[in-house]
C-alpha cells in the first residue's frame, strides 16, 4: 500500500548534504551522539525507501533509501509556530541536513477540528523563510497524518484479529475508574474477554456509525497491571462525529494521537523520531505498537526510534498557543505577528533574522531536563548576527533643535556641506565599494535632548554650556565632533516661558570637518550622533519592550494576564538621516548609539513617515 501524496514527480530522498555525515563543526549533543552511533553501526542502512510513506509492502518495492537519516517535524495546524518551535525546527532539520538525511513536515491533523488554512500557510512560509525545505525537494509538499487514515483502520483490524485490541463499552467514567493509579493495578474491563470476532464485528458498527458518539472506544489489550499507567489499555480509536477537512464526512471514528503518531513516523521510515520530554512515558506504548504492526508485516524493519529532549522554556515568554490565541483574541497585542509576540512570525516582524533563531538554537543546545534560558540569549544572537550585516543610519529618538549661530557667517548663508559615513563598519570582502552614506550639515540640525545637559552630572561629556565655577572663573562651554561633521562648541540655549529648552546654541569650529586634514588637530571628548534639519525625516518609531514584567508569566496557577507589562509598546516621532528614510520593508539597520531597529515589514510607511521597530538595544539591559 503507497500512501497518496498530492505532489509532484517525484519524492525521491535527495539529501541536502549527502557527504556531510559528521555533523562537523557542530557542538556535539545526545542527539547527535546517538546519531552517529547508528550510522557507524549502519542501524539504518539496509531502509528500502518506497519514494512515498507507506506500509511494508510497499517500501520494500523501493530503493534503498539515500537517506541516511529521516526526521520530522510534526505541528498541529491550530496555530502559529513560536520560538518552541523554532528550537525543534531547527533541530530536526538541521540533523538532518548535517547527516546527510531528510526532515519531513508532517501536518498532524488527525484532530478532526480546528485545522485552518491560514496556520498550514503560515507554518509552510516559516519554516522556508527559517531556510529549510521538507520531504528532500525543495518544492515537495507536506505530509498530512489524515492521508494515513486508512492504514491506521487496517492496522487497528489487524490488531483485533490478532488480539491485541478489543472495543471497550464502558462508560468513560467507568474505564477512568478502572484504570487504577500509581499504587493501585487498573481492573480488566468486563468486555475484554470476548473473542476477537466480537470486537471486529463491534469495531465495523462503529465504523459504520451504528454507535453514538462516546458509547465505545477501542482499546490496546496490553497489560492493565502496568506500572506505566499509559501501557494499562490504552483507548487508539473513540467515534466522533465530525467533518475532517482533508477526510470529509468519510470517519466517524478518529485514531487517539498515541496510536496515530508512531504509525506516521513508521510510514515515513522516520528513524530518529525526536520529541519533548511530556512523551517519554508514552515511548513504550510506541515501542509496543510498531512491533507488533511488524509482526503482522504491515510495518518495514526497523522501526523510528523515539528520542525526547527538555523543550524551550524562555523567561518573559509564553510559548502556549492557546494562551497566546487569548493574546490575540482578547487585543492584548495586535495579532500573531505583533513584535512582541514570541511567535516565529512577530519574532520576525519585530527584527530578527532565520540566522540569529539559528544560532539561538545551536547555542541554547539540546538536553535532557528542563531548564529556563534567559532571553537576552535570544537577544544576543540577533545582536550578534546584525552587528555584522546592518546598515549604520544616525536617528534622533528626543530631538531638540541645536543651531550653528556662526554658520552663516563662517560657512557662506544657507551653506549645506556634504557628509559622508560608512554604512558599514567592516564591511564584507568583495563588496566594492563599501556602501556609503551620504547627508549634509547645514545651521540647524537635530540632536537628542540627552546630549545637552545645563547643570552635567559628574562625568558627562556631551554638550554642556558656558558656566563659571566656585571661585568664579569662567568656563567655557564644552566641545563636542557632530559625527561625520564638525567640532562645535556650545554656547547655551533658549527657553520657553515654562522654562523648557526649544533649543541648544553653539557654534561651528571651522576646518574640523571629518575626514579633512587637520580634522583632528581640536580634541574632543566626545561625538554625537545627529540629523541635519535640511534633509533630516520624520520617522514613527516603536519602541517594544518585554510583553510580560514577569521572568515567569505562567508558571504555577498564575494569571499570565496579569503580568503584561502596560509600557511594552511606545510609539515616538523621531528624525531620521536620509538613508533611513527609503528603508525597504523588513530591512535591518543600527541607529548608531541607540540599537537595532527594523523597517516594519507590514506598515512600513505611517502617513510620509516611515516606520521603524526596535528590534534590540545595543547592550543587554534585561539585568536592570
Ligand atoms: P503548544 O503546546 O504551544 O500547542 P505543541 O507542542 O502542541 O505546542 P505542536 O504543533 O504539536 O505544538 O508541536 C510541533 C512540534 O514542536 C512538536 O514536536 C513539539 O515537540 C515541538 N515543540 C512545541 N513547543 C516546543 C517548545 N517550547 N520547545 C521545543 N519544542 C517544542
Ligand atoms: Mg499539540
Not at 472506544?217 to 473513540?238: C, T
Not at 534560558?373 to 550578534?384: N, P
Request: contains cysteine.
Amino acid at each position: 500500500m503507497s500512501i497518496p501524496t498530492p505532489t509532484h514527480p517525484t519524492l525521491d530522498a535527495k539529501p541536502t548534504a549527502a557527504d556531510t555525515n559528521t555533523g562537523a563543526g557542530k557542538p556535539s549533543n545526545f542527539l547527535r551522539q546517538i546519531i552517529e552511533a547508528d550510522l557507524a553501526n549502519g542501524t539504518y542502512a539496509q531502509r528500502q525507501w518506497g519514494g512515498s510513506p507507506g506500509d511494508a509492502a510497499h517500501h520494500a518495492k523501493g530503493q534503498p533509501d539515500s537517506a541516511k537519516i529521516r526526521t520530522r517535524f510534526p505541528p498541529e495546524p491550530n496555530g502559529y509556530l513560536h520560538v518552541g518551535h523554532a528550537k525543534s525546527i531547527c533541530l530536526n532539520f538541521g540533523l538532518a541536513r548535517d547527516y546527510g538525511g531528510v526532515c519531513h513536515l508532517r501536518f498532524d491533523d488527525t484532530n478532526p477540528e480546528k485545522e485552518d488554512v491560514e496556520y498550514v500557510n503560515s507554518i509552510r512560509d516559516t519554516i522556508k523563510w527559517l531556510g529549510f525545505d521538507w520531504n528532500g525537494s525543495a518544492d515537495a509538499e507536506p505530509y498530512h497524518a489524515s492521508d494515513y487514515f486508512d492504514f491506521m483502520y487496517r492496522a487497528a483490524e489487524y490488531l483485533i484479529e490478532a488480539g491485541h485490541a478489543y472495543v471497550d463499552e464502558q462508560t468513560v467514567a467507568q474505564i477512568r475508574e478502572n484504570r487504577g493509579d500509581f499504587g493501585k493495578p487498573g481492573v480488566d474491563s468486563p468486555y475484554r474477554g470476548r473473542t476477537p470476532a466480537q470486537h471486529l464485528a463491534r469495531f465495523r458498527e462503529m465504523r459504520d456509525g451504528l454507535h453514538e458518539d462516546g458509547a465505545m472506544v477501542l482499546r490496546a489489550k496490553i497489560d492493565m497491571a502496568s506500572p506505566n499507567i499509559n501501557l494499562r489499555d490504552p483507548a487508539i480509536y473513540r467515534i466522533r462525529r465530525a467533518t475532517h477537512h482533508n477526510t470529509g464526512d468519510k470517519w466517524c471514528i478518529y485514531p487517539m494521537y498515541t496510536y496515530a503518531h508512531p504509525i506516521e513516523d513508521a510510514l515515513e521510515q522516520i528513524t530518529h523520531s525526536i520529541c519533548t520530554l511530556e512523551f517519554e512515558d508514552q515511548r513504550p506504548f510506541y515501542d509496543w505498537l510498531l512491533e507488533r504492526l511488524i509482526e503482522g508485516n504491515l510495518l518495514a524493519a526497523p522501526p523510528p526510534r523515539q528520542y525526547e529532549f527538555a523543550r524551550l522554556n524562555l523567561t518573559y515568554v509564553i510559548t502556549s498557543k492557546r494562551k497566546l490565541a487569548q493574546l490575540v483574541y482578547d487585543h492584548k497585542v495586535q495579532g500573531w505577528d505583533d513584535p512582541r509576540m514570541p511567535t516565529i512570525v512577530g519574532l520576525r516582524r519585530r527584527g530578527y533574522t532565520p540566522e540569529s533563531l539559528q544560532l539561538f538554537a545551536e547555542r541554547i543546545g539540546v538536553t535532557k531536563s528542563d531548564s529556563w534560558i534567559d532571553y537576552s540569549t535570544l537577544e544576543g544572537c540577533l545582536r550578534e548576527d546584525l552587528e555584522l550585516k546592518a546598515h549604520r543610519g544616525f536617528a534622533v529618538l528626543n530631538p531638540v533643535k541645536l543651531v550653528l549661530t556662526n554658520w552663516d557667517d563662517v560657512m557662506g548663508a544657507g551653506h549645506l556641506e556634504p557628509c559622508t559615513q560608512p554604512a558599514l563598519p567592516n564591511p564584507p570582502a568583495g563588496v566594492e565599494p563599501p556602501p556609503r552614506r551620504h547627508f549634509s550639515i547645514g545651521k540647524e540640525v537635530w540632536i537628542d535632548r540627552e546630549d545637552f545637559e545645563e547643570v552635567p552630572p559628574k562625568g558627562y561629556k556631551r554638550l554642556v554650556p558656558p558656566s563659571v565655577d566656585a571661585s568664579g572663573k569662567a568656563v567655557p562651554g564644552s566641545k563636542v565632533r557632530l559625527k561625520g561633521g564638525y567640532v562645535i562648541e556650545c554656547t547655551g540655549c533658549s527657553k520657553d516661558a515654562n522654562g523648557a529648552i526649544t533649543e541648544v546654541l553653539a557654534t561651528v569650529v571651522p576646518d574640523t570637518k571629518s575626514g579633512t586634514p587637520g580634522s583632528e588637530t581640536i580634541k574632543v571628548k566626545a561625538a554625537i550622533t545627529w540629523v541635519g534639519a535640511a534633509n533630516g525625516r520624520q520617522a514613527e518609531v516603536r519602541m517594544y519592550d518585554r510583553l510580560f514584567v514577569d521572568a515567569q508569566p505562567d508558571a504555577g496557577a498564575k494569571d499570565f494576564i496579569e503580568s503584561l507589562n502596560p509600557n511594552s509598546l511606545k510609539v515616538i516621532t523621531a528624525i531620521v538621516e536620509p538613508s533611513l528614510a527609503n528603508a525597504k520593508a523588513g530591512q535591518q539597520f543600527q541607529f548608531e548609539r541607540h540599537g537595532y531597529f527594523v523597517a516594519d515589514r507590514v506598515d512600513h510607511v505611517q502617513g510620509s513617515k516611515p516606520v521603524f521597530n526596535l528590534a534590540v538595544g545595543l547592550k543587554d539591559s534585561w539585568g536592570k
